[in-house]
């Protein structure tokens, strides 16, 4: 019989706090629009497939299979696919984790080829845990997120660390990123309460403290944003961009834009257009 142990170092191991608020699993289809959004935390992006480009800030930077971007919170950023090669990625939103960079924007891209199916099947484990919510889910989940995050540690391109959460809240990180990923649905202040599972009341306050603004006047922002997105990179009329933004008639639609915009969707539409 052979035997072979091998005993852990004695030594002092860092106490990681940063706390994991969500995953998506994202797949480009042809009904994708971007448009520039920020975030109150980190998020941590892998590319399983495809190819395209990340925006941040005045940035572009180019994403393929196993790329790895972190993006620090309160930057500004967009995903845009490549319609040949569609993207297909995930993205973590981590709470306490701030990137250390020379850079004047807070981001890093690791190309995590040598490591990509280990780091991948952190994202896997995440996702299928959050899906399944078995007992426990929650602190597996964070063990999950550990094991990424030292795994890009001992890359040694990029360094992190632990920072006090900004004032934020989890059910307000929750209600912006439902309004983002499903503006073009019929969203009031109750059904997104209701999806975050507190009072309207709370969820107004809070998200007028943390963001700024109502979660209703973010929503039209967002949909009106993707609403300039089509103005000016299709054909779409009128009518076909108010429904596909989640705007209830084209002629309430044109008179949010107005007075947003100071400007009509068609004017906007003619000194904009790309086409």
Known sequence: MSNRKLNLENKDLPELSFRLLSISSSKYENDWTSFPHSHQFTEIFFIKSGSGHIQIENE???????????????VLHTEFSNSSDPLNYYVLGVEGLKINTHRPVEYSVVNSSASASSIRLCFENILTEMHNKKKCYEEICQHYLAILILL??????ISCELVEPQNSSHECHKAKRFIEENYQDKITLNSLADNCNITKYYLSHQFTELYGQSPIAYLTEVRI??????LTTT???????????GFSSSSYFSQTFQRICHISPQQYRKTHVVL
């Open 152 to 157: 890009i540690y001992r890359k040694d391109q």
């Open 60 to 74: 572009t930077i180019p994403v393929k299979a196993d790329s790895l971007v972190l993006i620090g919170a309160q």
């Open 235 to 245: 054909s779409y009329s009128i009518e076909e961009i108010a429904s596909s933004t």
């Open 225 to 230: 944003s993707a609403a300039k997105d089509l």
